[in-house]
């Protein structure tokens, strides 16, 4: 069985503009949350989609958006990019939603804003 | 609010000692989940185990244990017999039960244990 796959892995992207990363879940899987990975605040929990609607999301600002088709693949963007934004985004796939499943995580998209 | 706390910011330790990585966490609910995931310097995260809150057992797997009470807020993971591949920062993550008509807010993280086995 597949894995979770996100696409690009590796991303160089310039302040002010916008980015949009993909992520495809295990199959069978109808659950994609989306986390940021910085050295400073660590791991964060961006949003969860399931079933092609947002169930939860984080304290991040309206810049930072997603959605999810209805094959369960998802997307995010963040627009009007900062320095800040540069860090590891990883997404995980779940059967159900809620985060009280096993979350299988895919490899990263790692972005370097400049 | 939850929280998770893993005190031990690294460990280093020689090849085939045993080495516990603690981990602290606070929650309100009475049902909720905990979790410990290893990342590897490839940086993707690797499932090793999942507990809810009514399972206070202990688990082994190999020469992986964790040891879960509810009393200390606790759910400490050991390695027996380190092996160099056992080197990655690990993470211990909690989740609450998303409550009815509700959502849970994904799993909340500790900073991680960056362990490092010697040979």
């Known amino acids: 069985k597949a894995g979770v796959t996100q696409t690009p892995r590796y991303l160089i992207k310039t302040r002010g503009q916008q980015v949009t990363l993909s992520c495809s879940p295990i199959?069978?899987?109808?659950?994609v949350s989306w986390y940021q990975q910085t050295p400073g605040q660590g791991l964060q929990f961006l949003f969860e989609?399931?079933?092609?609607?947002?169930?939860n999301k984080g304290n991040f600002p309206g810049r930072f958006s997603g959605r999810q088709f209805s094959n369960s693949r998802s997307e995010m963007n963040v627009s009007t990019l900062e320095l800040g934004d540069s860090a590891l985004y990883l997404c995980?796939?779940?059967?159900?939603?809620?985060?009280?499943?096993?979350?299988?995580f895919g490899p990263g998209t790692r972005l370097t804003v400049t | 609010a939850q929280k998770v706390t893993q005190a031990q910011t690294e460990i280093s330790v020689v090849e085939k000692e045993d080495v516990t990585l603690d981990c602290v966490y606070e929650?309100?609910?009475?049902?909720?989940?905990l979790f410990w995931y290893k990342q590897p310097p490839s940086g993707e995260l690797v499932f090793l185990i999942r507990?809810?809150?009514?399972?206070?057992q202990n688990e082994i797997s190999g020469r992986y244990s964790w040891n879960f009470q509810k009393s200390t807020s606790s759910f400490n993971f050991t390695i027996t017999a380190s092996q160099v591949v056992d080197s990655a920062v690990y993470f211990c993550?909690?989740?609450?039960?998303?409550?009815?008509?509700?959502?849970?807010?994904?799993?909340?993280f500790g900073k991680g244990t960056h362990l490092i086995i010697q040979p």
């Open positions: 507990r809810n809150s009514f399972d206070e």
């Open positions: 995980a796939s779940s059967l159900d939603w809620g985060a009280v499943d096993e979350q299988y």
């Open positions: 199959s069978g899987h109808r659950s």
């Open positions: 989609y399931f079933s092609e609607t947002q169930r």
């Open positions: 993550a909690l989740s609450e039960e998303q409550a009815a008509g509700g959502g849970a807010d994904g799993l909340t």
């Open positions: 929650t309100r609910d009475t049902t909720y989940y």
